[in-house]
C-alpha cells in the first residue's frame, strides 16, 4: 500500500483541478453542442497544402442550416462562393437566400463556424470561422458547428496578408471538401481555454488577438451598413477571410 503523503502528493492534478472549478470567475457553465456529422476541408494557399480543417455539424441546434452547409460541401462544390468566386454571390439548397436559424449560440470562443451574411434572413453559401471570441456578433449569425482539428490551418489563413479589402493576396483556396464519416453522435462545448490553448501555441503575442478583433470589428460595420441597403443583389457582402474557389 502506498504512503498516505505519497499518495496525496500523486493527487496534486486533482486538487489544482478541484481549486480551479470551485474558484471565482472560473467558466462552469460551458455551453454543449451535438455534433451530428462532420466535413473536411483541405487548404491551400498560393497553391501550397496547408492541411485539412475538420469541422463538427451541430444538427440537433440548427439543422436546416447544416443540411444546406453539407450538400453544398458534399456535392463538390466546395462552400463558399460558390456563384461568382469573389465574394459577392449567393446560393444555397433553398433558394438564394434562407432566414436565420437559431440565433441563440453565442461567439465563445475560437473555431465556430458560422454563416456570413449581408442583414437578417440572407444567408447563403458564404461562412466564417471565429478566431476568438466574438461577442458582436451575437444574434446576428447562425452557428452550426465547430472545428474539432485542424484550427491551425484556419490560423493560417487569419494570417496571410489581406489587401485594403480584405482579400488575401495570395489566394486562399479549399482544394477538397466533403464527408469525415463518424461513428455516433458525440457533444461539443464552448470552453473558452481553447483560445488560450491556441495563443500559446502559436507563441503569439497578446496584441495580435487584439488586431484580429479588429479586423472583425471592421467587418461587422460593414455588415451594419449593408442591413439598410434596399436591393442587396448587387452589394458586396463582407469577405470572410478566405477566398473560396
Ligand atoms: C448570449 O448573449 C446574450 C447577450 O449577452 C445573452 O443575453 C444570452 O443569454 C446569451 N445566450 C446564451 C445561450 O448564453
Known sequence: M????KSFVKMWPTW?????LVSPGAKIHAATFTVTSQVYMDISIDGEQI???????FGAEAPKTVANFRQLCIEGVDGGDVVSGDGHGAISIYGQYFEDENLNINHTC???LAMANRGPD???CQFYITTMPTPWLDGKHTIFGK?????GVVHKVEQTKTDTDDYPVKPVIIDDCGDHPMGGEFTVSDDPYDLWAWIKAAYLPLGM???ILAFFQYIIRKLDSYTNVDDVQDEAVPKVPAKID
Open 16 to 20: 489544482i483541478a478541484l481549486s480551479l
Open 2 to 5: 502506498a504512503h498516505p503523503a
Open 122 to 124: 440572407t444567408n447563403g
Open 147 to 151: 472545428v474539432l482539428d485542424g484550427q
Open 209 to 211: 488577438s487584439f488586431s
Open 110 to 112: 475560437s473555431g465556430f
Open 51 to 57: 492541411g485539412r480543417v475538420i469541422i463538427g455539424l
